[in-house]
């Protein structure tokens, strides 16, 4: 399955490190994409094996307030830890399989 989503760039960066439970290294790109119709703000995720992860890391400020538009290939429900509270909170992670950029697309033909 997979679904997409249009909406424009709020926050992008990698996240690089170790998780302090487990342990375990992460690598990822993380994007929140604003859906301009419904006014919600989505949380992506994009794995560092994925093609496109080292351009979307290398542009990161750049996609800040730009149209986008995302393929998500999967999504999966879990839970958000607060770093504050340490309370966990319900969450779904969506997991982005392709990012165009519709600007960029129209303005390069």
Known sequence: MAF???GTVKYARRMNGTAKGSGKA????SLIVLDTDEGERIPLQMS???PQFEDLCKRDQTM???PIK???RRCLPGTKKDKDSGKE???VRFFIKKVLFPAAQTAAR
Do not use: S
């Open 89 to 91: 909170t319900p969450t």
């Open 4 to 6: 997409e989503l249009t």
């Open 64 to 66: 800040l307030d730009q």
């Open 48 to 50: 560092a094996d994925n």
């Open 70 to 72: 995302v393929v998500i």
């Open 26 to 29: 992460y690598d990822f790109f």
